[in-house]
């Protein structure tokens, strides 16, 4: 069984500073971690996705993650918060990279506000 | 990029009534596509996997005869609430995935209301 925690259902932050949006997960296989943003009315788009390869992994409107097995974290950050930026954040886990029915089990979320 | 549409982006239906729900992929093929359930301040919910041609999967839970679902197309799957209840109430979102890149892109979502 696989789970996603995300701590904080709603992070504020200045627009400039740093945003750290938190996400624990539970795996028995070793995991893919996703994280993705959603916009008001709009679906869901990938930020970023670790399938094995390197721990650090950057992703797309100067978003990164870092994998930390011995944490079993995965916390998504971006040094400077712009105001486009607010929106909901989801973390996600797979036991798979993309091959066979690929089930995504989703966290929470997280809600970012940008303070002006 | 790739698109994925759902239609209509909010119903409002009776309670004992059946509505569906559409899913296009507009610029790849699916062969999996898959249906969420999203209620308010809550996660995602997996309901079922759909692959083309075949039976739809679903998760332990989910009523198969209330949720229907069918995948007649390589861009088309359906979902069917039927004999709808208040509780059915919620967002429902669906997500395909790409037969060659074996990416998932998620749709705008539904917004159902059952009175």
């Known amino acids: 069984a696989q789970s996603v925690t995300q701590l904080g259902s709603h992070v504020s932050v200045s627009e400039g500073a740093l945003v750290l949006l938190r996400c624990n997960y539970s795996s028995s296989v070793p995991p893919y971690l996703f994280w993705y943003v959603q916009y008001p009315n709009q679906g869901l788009q990938l930020l970023l996705k670790y399938t094995s390869a390197a721990t650090l992994v950057k992703g797309i409107n100067g978003f990164e993650a870092e994998f930390q097995k011995s944490e079993t974290s995965f916390h998504l950050t971006k040094p400077s918060a712009h105001m486009s930026d607010a929106a909901e954040y989801f973390c996600?886990?797979?036991?798979?990279?993309?091959?066979?029915?690929?089930?995504?089990?989703f966290g929470t979320g997280t809600r970012l506000t940008i303070i002006p | 990029g790739a698109v994925v549409s759902q239609h209509p982006s909010r119903v409002i239906c009776k309670s004992g009534t059946s509505v569906k729900i559409e899913c296009r992929s507009l610029d790849f093929q699916a062969t999996t596509m898959f249906w969420y359930r999203q209620f308010p301040k809550q996660s995602l919910m997996l309901m079922a996997t759909s692959n083309e041609g075949s039976k739809a999967t679903y998760e332990q839970g989910v009523e198969k005869d209330k949720f229907l679902i069918n995948h007649a197309s390589l861009t088309l799957s359906t979902l069917t609430v039927t004999s709808a209840h208040p509780e059915d109430s919620s967002f429902y979102i669906c997500s395909a995935r790409d037969r060659v890149i074996y990416e998932q892109y998620f749709g705008p979502g539904t917004r159902l209301t059952v009175t």
């Open positions: 996600a886990v797979s036991s798979t990279g993309g091959f066979g029915n690929e089930k995504l089990t």
